[in-house]
Structure formats: C-alpha cells, structure tokens
C-alpha cells in the first residue's frame, strides 16, 4: 500500500531555512485527483495545515506562512519537499506529509519528523 | 480563517460507556467535517468524514453527524483502545484548520 516517508534535518538555526522530503512509496505521486500536503504541530499542541502542492506543481500555502512557505514536487523520484525560510524557535514541530483527494481530508500520513530550531 | 473549536476537552469515560465529543465551526462548513485520532507519538489517523462516512478498517462504534456549524463524533461504546485525542477539521475551504484537540481518557 502507499506509503509517506519525512525526511530532513531535525535541527535548524534560527532565520535559516527548514527543508523536508516526503517520499512515497508503493504507488505514484502522479495519480491524478491526490493532494500532498504538508501539516505541522507544534509540541503538546494542536494541528496546523501548511499547505499541499499537486502534481502538476499547482500549490495551495497557508495564507499565515504563505511569504515563508514554497513547495515543490519531483515526480521522477516520487517525492514532494518543503522549504519554510527564515525560522524561529516558533517554527520547531513534528512535521507531517500527508495525502487527500480532491475532498481535503487526510487519508494517509507520514510517521512525522521533529524539527527544533535552535542555535 | 474558519475556526473549528472542541468541546469538551479532556474527557473522562469509563469502557462501555457512550461518548460524545461536539465540534463547533465559525462559520457553515456544510458537511465538510473530519474527524482524526491520535495516540502519543503517532500521526494521526482519519476516522470518519460526516460527507463521506467511516473509513475503511474502523470499527463501526464509531459515528459522525451535524451540518452547518454544529457537529459530533459519538463512540458508541467506548473501548480501552479508544484512549486518544480526537481533532475535528474542515474541508470547506483553505486554509483547512482544526480543533484543538479532545483528550479521551478511560476511567
């Protein structure tokens, strides 16, 4: 079955710019009507959606990260990545990859990958 | 931005008793309403749709229903297994944001 895989650096200075991999195995990132998002939570706290990109490269940020946010998508390695620039300790989560269809509820998610900013 | 707001957070229950957590929205969302759980140290896992029902491999104790602002999830009969936060989240428009989180404890 189809799988989501984060990977990146769990630490990042502040201002520098946090970059995460989702991988997808066990079936293609081109299937057509599937979304890719990225969600975050911040410790003992509740979820936030950053935003999903498609395959085509089409992408939907958050409009409260949206001047920090790009999100790309590389379909000959089926994986989609994030770039949040200019961090701050507020920045530090465990961030999630995840899937919906066109109906925007999460169906499949990766296992998360803690991200501290720190000095 | 759409609100989503939990009620009551934590909740206390004991196996087999019948569960009910309410979803507010700050504005009508229709029936674009999710709803997840989540155990210490794990992704979350989507439960149940109120649009588009219960998903695939849970278990039937599980429900959803409102429309407009007002939703609930009701475990029909609550399970040891069942001790986790539930998040609510609307699919109605973008940004797409959730609850707070309900925190479930069993008795």
């Known amino acids: 079955q189809v799988q989501l895989q984060e990977s990146g650096p769990g630490l990042v200075k502040p201002s520098q710019t946090l970059s995460l991999t989702c991988a997808v195995s066990?079936?293609?990132?081109?299937?057509?009507?599937?979304?890719w998002s990225w969600i975050r939570q911040h410790p003992n706290k509740g979820l936030e959606w950053i935003g999903y990109?498609?395959?085509?490269?089409?992408?939907n940020y958050n409009p409260s990260l949206r001047s920090r946010v790009t999100m790309s998508v590389d379909t000959s390695k089926n994986q989609f990545s994030l770039n949040l620039s200019s961090v701050t300790a507020a920045d530090t989560a465990v961030y999630y990859c995840?899937?919906?269809?066109?109906?925007?509820?999460?169906?499949?998610w990766g296992r998360g990958t803690l991200v501290s900013v720190s000095s | 931005d759409i609100q989503m707001t939990q009620f009551p957070s934590p909740l206390s229950a004991s196996v087999g008793d019948r569960v009910t957590i309410t979803c507010r929205a700050s504005?009508?969302?229709?029936?674009?309403l999710n709803w997840y759980q989540q155990k210490p140290g794990k992704a979350p896992r989507l439960l149940i749709s109120?649009?588009?029902g219960l998903q695939s491999g849970v278990p039937s104790r599980f429900s959803a229903g409102g429309s407009g602002t007002d939703f609930t999830l009701t475990i029909s009969s609550l399970q040891p297994e069942d001790s986790a936060t539930y998040y609510c989240?609307?699919?109605?428009?973008?940004?797409?944001?959730f609850g707070q989180g309900t925190r479930l404890e069993i008795k």
């Open positions: 504005q009508n969302i229709n029936k674009y």
């Open positions: 995840a899937r919906s269809g066109s109906q925007m509820y999460f169906d499949l």
């Open positions: 066990g079936g293609s990132i081109s299937t057509g009507g599937y979304y």
């Open positions: 989240q609307q699919s109605y428009r973008a940004p797409f944001t």
């Open positions: 990109i498609y395959h085509s490269g089409s992408s």
């Open positions: 109120v649009f588009y």
